[in-house]
């Protein structure tokens, strides 16, 4: 990393409280950064002008307070908007941005790649380069927001970008604390999901830290084929996935699971998936989210033809299973779950990219 000074987005607001009572200050002074960061978009200390002079200068000479800048921006027909962004050491990461009539989405990313490599994802094929920091989450949310049109606002959050949220889950809550607090994002509770493809260890941690939604990535029924789409599966299978969800009943009392099922082809479309999943999600309070499969790169792997979806669907829902079928926005800019990956096709060489050297050549 070539950051020299600490960042300040990289506190929650309780967290800058803290580190700025050790260097003397009011604790009150982060709810005021925080209102200038997150609510007014202002990142310029100099510009913070109900702060003391020499507090403003004192900022600038010893803290940042950006680390991201936008790269590339690619808009769908639909409206979606991905963008590529650029991290201080030359990174790329991708983030999404799906308006919808009544919301709009922010689809984060917390890592450089991902090291779980689930056979149907094209971020898995990149490979794991390193961890985000609280900072750099959060400062997708501030560049994609300025990509917004002037009406619009970003309503909820979702960890599905590149990256397992629950490998980096420091990070990752600060970053939930920063998104909650009524003096920084202020988004609800309900309108942040993280997602995960199971490391159990830290499901637990993440909801008694902070109260989001909770997204498990299923795509399986049976460990076999959860094996193959879903190498964690190997050490952490299905039965101990299931008897973690369970055992959160206190925790997740107000909100069900959201069980994420990516539809393959021939590999877990078949009526008997649909009757093992009915079972599955009927076991505890849940969700579920079809997904036909994106296609990208190389990939063998298809989505099943729409009367399969249709079927398939029919057979959940004549279940009692609460489900929904994910309509793909932002195929057409491989901006759709699963296609982040930065083709080398799509770089665009810009300045900040040549300087930063072999870590921005990322392959995909
Ligand atoms: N690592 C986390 C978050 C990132 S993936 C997780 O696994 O949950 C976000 C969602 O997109 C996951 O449910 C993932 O399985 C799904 N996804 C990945 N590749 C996909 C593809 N090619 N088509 C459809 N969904 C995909």
Known sequence: MTRT???LKDYSIEGLRGRIARDGLAP?????????????GVEEPERMTDLPVELRS????????????????????DGTVKATLIARDGARIESVLIPEENRTTLCVSTQVGCS???SFCATG??????????????????????????????????????????????????????????KAFGLAPRRVTVSTAGVLPKIRPLLESVPVNLAVSLHATTDDVRDR???????????ELLATLRALDGITARRPVFFEYTLIDGVNDGPEDARRLARLARSLPSKVNLIPMNT????????????????????????GTTVTLRRSRGSDIDAACGQLALRSSRRVVDPAVSRAGPAAAASG
């Open 5 to 7: 000074h600490p960042n």
């Open 28 to 40: 009150y002074r982060a709810e005021q950064i925080a209102g200038w960061l997150y609510q007014r």
């Open 58 to 77: 004192q900022l600038r000479e010893r803290w940042e307070t950006r680390s991201l800048d936008v790269s590339a921006v690619d808009r769908s027909a």
């Open 116 to 118: 779980l490599a689930c």
């Open 125 to 182: 094929a990149f490979g794991f380069q390193r961890n985000l920091a609280t900072a750099e989450i959060i400062d997708q949310v501030c560049r994609m927001r300025e990509l917004l049109e002037a009406e619009r606002q970003i309503t909820n959050v979702v960890f599905m970008g590149m990256g397992e949220p629950l490998l980096n889950l420091d990070a990752v809550i600060e970053a939930v604390r920063i998104l909650l607090h009524p």
């Open 229 to 239: 789409l879903v190498p964690l599966n190997r050490r952490f299978p299905l039965r």
């Open 296 to 319: 990208h790169g190389d990939s063998t792997l298809r989505p099943p033809p729409e009367a399969t979806v249709d079927r398939f669907l029919r057979d959940l829902a004549s279940r």
